[in-house]
């Protein structure tokens, strides 16, 4: 707390005034400037109100004189107080209604709780952070001039192109480093490529259960959703057409469907390229979590058979962590301009130090490596979740244990009655999205969306076995008061 001095009653002309000074800040006219201006705009101080002399003011608060002729000459800028000629020193007659500070409306700002099951969330690796602190604090040290002014609204060329080696690496995507941009992650990159792309109103087609966060960037920014069922193969793009042939752009997530876990057949892929092709519509191809697989050969990303169509979004929150808001955008040549037009229109340029320093670990091969030591990690989780649930749940729960990714979906069977998933998330005491609020359209059964990574095995078998448990004794109780109703 700094300290403060309260005024008293002083041998003056006027009366000590209820204001107090902020001994913290620096100069003392400033802290006289603060607390008259404080008392005279929440109304403490009454407009008319007779300022006392700035000898006597001085006195009264223990400073300079010259502190108070200062403060006076500010607040007399400010049109705070005026000066009446040879009557003294008077709050203005005139001044607005005060305004105390007051807070933001209740809103519910829903961050997600670190617990078995919740989604986005990733292993907390020492090792991983202790050379991102290092690579970082080396950065700013480093810094020079050109480091910390304005910059390429694409972001730091450095990390451009490290993106660039490891998704002609690993996805399949070809791509010149000036087609990249770093933005600050998956959500960030579709409203990016909404404002360059698309016009109010425009209809895109949308993943039928699909990503409630894109649904939400999608609509929030007035975008027309036209949703298109999800099969065993994907994407149903006949569907699409038949819904709407002419819609603009596709949202999809071809590697690993979210959140059914589908990868899209080459039969789909092709579908759709072809359609966007022919009607000259955009695919916002969102390749969240394809650095986790387990199992099978790498899928090559829609990215790397389709370039011109397909704008490729990829994040470092499922590789690395969610709050170092990183990801990034592959553009097709022809259309950079106009994305990067959009980038600078909103804010202007992402900041440069955690790019670098994220760019030095990946050519130091540290992300990599990392990757490597979660991949195992995440199995696990996977295999104990799954286990569990097949264990516990007695068939009242479907799966397919993904060979790729961060969750899984559990699905209740075809009979079970509506709400049920909702009672049995509630009975089990965990937290989990539900399939039902990932689908624009209801229709099948539902199910539970379940993140395992990021949290200890433990916790995830005694999670998953209450989810089972649950589910089991919800299941028996409404077939048997259906059986009563017979
Ligand atoms: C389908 C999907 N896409 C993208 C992301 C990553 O989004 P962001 O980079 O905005 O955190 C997630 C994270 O949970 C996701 O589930």
Known sequence: MPKQATTSRRRDDVLALPIRLDRAIRSQSQQVHAALRAGIVDGLLAPSLRLPST?????????????????????LSDGLIEARHGAGTYVAAELPSPQPPAPAAELEVRIPPRRPFTLGVTLVDPMLLKRLAAASRRRIAQAAPDDLGYSDP?????????????????????????????????????????????????????????????????????????????????????????????????????????????????????????????????????????????????????????????????????????????????????????????????????????????????????????????????????????????????GHLHLDAPSQGLHLLATLPSGAPKGAAKLIRERAGIECRLLSDARIVQRGPDGFILGYSGFAAKDLADAARRLARAAQEVLASASSSRRAAR
């Not at 001085?58 to 403060?71: K, P, S, Y």
């Open 55 to 75: 000898r006597g003011l001085a006195e009264q608060l223990g400073v300079r004189r010259n502190a108070i002729v200062a403060a006076y000459e500010a607040l």
């Open 154 to 394: 694409r972001g730091s060329l450095h990390l451009r192109t490290q993106v660039a080696h490891y998704l002609a690496a690993n996805r399949g995507v070809r791509c010149d480093p000036s087609c990249v941009l770093i933005v600050s992650g998956t959500q960030h990159g579709l409203r990016l490529c909404i404002d360059a792309l698309l016009s109010p109103g425009d209809p895109v087609w949308f993943e039928d259960p699909g990503y409630a966060a894109s649904r939400y960037t999608l609509t929030t920014t007035g975008a027309k959703l036209v949703p298109v069922p999800v099969d065993g193969e994907g994407l149903v793009v006949s569907a699409g057409e038949k819904a709407d042939a002419n819609a603009r752009a596709a949202y999809v997530t071809p590697s690993h469907q979210f959140p059914t876990g589908v990868a899209m057949s080459m039969a789909r892929r092709i579908a759709l390229l072809d359609w966007a092709r022919r009607s000259g519509a955009y695919i916002f191809e969102d390749d969240y979590d394809s650095e986790y697989r387990f199992a099978g050969p790498p899928l090559t990303a829609l990215a790397g058979i389709g370039a011109e169509r397909v704008i490729y979004l990829g994040t470092f929150g499922k590789t690395l962590f969610a709050g170092l808001r990183l990801g990034y955008l592959v553009v097709p040549p022809a259309l950079v301009s106009r994305v990067v037009a959009a980038r600078a229109a909103q804010d202007r340029f992402p900041p440069a130090f955690m790019q670098d320093a994220l760019a030095d670990l990946m050519a130091d091969g540290v992300i990599a490596a990392h990757m490597r030591r979660m991949r195992p990690r995440y199995r696990q989780a996977r295999d104990v979740v799954a286990e569990a649930l097949a264990k516990h749940g007695k």
